[in-house]
């Protein structure tokens, strides 16, 4: 069976895919001083608690975090006696085409993004991932990644205000139910809330606009249900849209090397 590793700058998931579906799925927060024989603790205490008898056979991973990326490959040899694929380093061939300016390192989760919308939707994409940063990675036609935007986290935002106002409290997103805030927590949730609607709508529509085309809108990550709620602001939310693109790419690259 085939191990996905998605780290993100927050959390790192892992799913095991036996070919057909994800059958376990567990998160952790990404460290990098975690060493391969800690990892491999806490998923296989898991699995054995889930009573979950996977034979991981293949392993893939994406990381926006390069330094973690070295013990991923040693639990991955260690533990599962593979080589694991590296989105991003040269052995690890895209389905799609990447089109940016020479010598733009593109974060591995946009580029898994990009090709699993595409595997899912087409071309024509804007694909809007809430993590730690909030990305708009932008897909043609023939499925290509032609770059996007890159704007600051939700819970980042809301963050940097706790950090740098001394009476500003720290608070949890959530939507609040009138724009107009009559309390300082109400009023900061107002403005990361509604600000990102703001933001997203804005982005998005000027991304049609310069792209002179219909584009379909599909949000995924930490914080996606979140916007979900009623605003019409995208057209399929997607809940494991990074560890789909996994496997796409995944079997991809088997293909090719038995072909
Ligand atoms: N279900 C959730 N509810 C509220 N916040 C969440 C949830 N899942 C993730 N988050 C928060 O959303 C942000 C992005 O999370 P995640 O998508 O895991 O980021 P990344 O992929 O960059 O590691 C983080 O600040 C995380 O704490
Ligand atoms: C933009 C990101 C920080 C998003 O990371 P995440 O929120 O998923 O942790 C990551 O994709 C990254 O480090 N990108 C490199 C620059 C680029 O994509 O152009
Ligand atoms: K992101």
């Known amino acids: 069976m085939l191990l996905c590793i998605d780290c993100g700058n927050t959390n790192t998931v892992f ?19 975690r060493t391969a024989d800690q990892y491999y603790v806490w998923l296989s205490t898991l699995m054995n608690f889930q009573k ?37 380093k040269p052995e690890c061939r895209l389905p799609v085409d990447v089109r940016v300016d020479a010598g733009t390192q593109v974060g591995p989760d946009r580029l898994v993004n990009t090709v699993a919308g595409f595997n899912k939707y087409g071309g024509d994409l804007i694909v809007v991932d809430f993590g730690t940063a909030t990305t708009f990675d932008v897909v043609d036609t023939d499925g290509a990644y032609v770059g996007g935007v890159i704007a600051p986290g939700v819970n980042l935002s809301l963050q940097a205000l706790h950090e740098a106002a001394a009476a500003l409290p720290h608070v949890d997103v959530t939507k609040p139910a009138r724009v107009v805030g009559t309390n300082t927590v109400a009023c900061m949730q107002s403005g990361v809330f509604w600000g990102y609607v703001g933001l997203v709508n804005g982005v998005c529509a000027r991304i049609k ?16 249900p979140l916007f979900q709620q ?8 997607e809940d494991d849209l990074t560890m789909h693109g996994l496997t796409v790419i995944h079997q991809y690259n088997k293909e090719l090397g038995s072909s």
């Open 15 to 33: 799913s095991i895919w036996d070919g057909t579906s994800f059958i376990a799925t567990w998160r952790t927060s990404t460290e990098h001083q």
């Open 52 to 88: 979950i008898e996977a034979d991981i056979t293949e392993v893939i991973i994406s990381s926006t975090v390069p330094r973690v990326v070295f013990n991923l490959r040693v639990f991955s040899d260690r533990y599962f006696n593979c080589r694991p694929l590296v989105v991003g």
């Open 209 to 224: 606009e310069e792209r002179a085309r219909p584009m379909k809108v599909i949000s995924t990550g930490g914080l996606a």
């Open 230 to 237: 009623g605003d019409a602001l995208f057209d399929h939310f």
